[in-house]
C-alpha cells in the first residue's frame, strides 16, 4: 500500500527528436500505439519505487531492441500507460518484398 503524503503516479516524459510524419518517397505516415495494462485484480503492485524504476528500465531497453520511440511513459500503482512509435520495416527498406512478406 502507498503511504500517505506519497506519489501515486510516475510520469516519464521523452524528448522527441523525430518528426511526427515521417515522409519517404510516395509514402508519409505516423503510426504510434498507446498501449495500456493493468495489474491482476488491480493489486497496487507498482507502488514500489524500486519496481517501478525496474519496469521503466525493461520497457525502455525492449523498445530500444526493437526500434521504438517511446513518446511517453506512465507509471500508477494499478496500471501502466505506454505511448509508442515506430518505424514500419526498418531493416528492410532497400527489399520492399521482404517487408511485405513480414507484415503479412
Request: aromatic fraction near 10%; hydrophobic fraction near 35%; charged fraction near 25%.
Amino acid at each position: 500500500m502507498l503511504k500517505e503524503g506519497t506519489t501515486h503516479i510516475v510520469k516519464y516524459e521523452f524528448r522527441n527528436d523525430e518528426p511526427d510524419i515521417i515522409h519517404g518517397r510516395g509514402y508519409a505516415y505516423n503510426l504510434n500505439y498507446h498501449i495500456v495494462w493493468c495489474t491482476k485484480y488491480r493489486n497496487q503492485a507498482l507502488a514500489n519505487p524500486i519496481i517501478v524504476d525496474s519496469l521503466r528500465d525493461k520497457i525502455l531497453q525492449i523498445c530500444r531492441e526493437n526500434e521504438y520511440t517511446v513518446k511517453a511513459l506512465e507509471v500508477m500503482p494499478t496500471h501502466v500507460h505506454i505511448l509508442l512509435s515506430a518505424i514500419l520495416c526498418r531493416k528492410y527498406w532497400s527489399d520492399n518484398r521482404s517487408c511485405r512478406q513480414e507484415i503479412h
